[in-house]
Nanobody, 123 residues
Framework: QVQLVESGGGLVQPGGSLRLSCVVS????????IGWFRQAPGKEREGVSC????????LYVDSVKGRFTISRDNAKNTVYLQMNSLKPEDTAVYYC????????????????WGQGTQVTVSS
């Protein structure tokens, strides 16, 4: 059974940091590229970052470039999203998802999803 479980969310002040983790089970992680998405209340789900199967290639949406870093540890079946210099507009539920095709933000290309972890940036 394929399962993705996100963790690491929480309440943080503007300028603070969080590290999200996505632990996968039911398959070997290096079979898929992995994307992080987020969805704020009343807004569509948007792609934040994705990483290739090997970890050698990464993509970021413009709004998080220079602040967020995606990485993966295939031996631990875990993908991370390090988020620094957080802003209130980063508040959302964050999801990780798998895709056979690295480089697309289209949700229809992502086949397995986690349940999400809430990130709230507020003073």
């Amino acid at each position: 059974q394929v399962q993705l479980v996100e963790s690491g969310g929480g309440l943080v002040q503007p300028g603070g940091s969080l590290r999200l983790s996505c632990v996968v089970s039911g398959f070997t992680l290096d079979y898929y590229a992995i994307g992080w998405f987020r969805q704020a209340p009343g807004k569509e789900r948007e792609g934040v970052s994705c990483i290739s199967r090997s970890g050698g290639s990464t993509l970021y949406v413009d709004s998080v470039k220079g602040r967020f870093t995606i990485s993966r540890d295939n031996a631990k079946n875990t993908v991370y999203l390090q988020m620094n210099s957080l802003k209130p507009e980063d508040t959302a539920v964050y999801y990780c998802a798998t895709t056979p095709w690295f480089g697309s933000w289209s949700v229809e290309y992502y086949n397995y999803w986690g349940q999400g972890t809430q990130v709230t940036v507020s003073s």
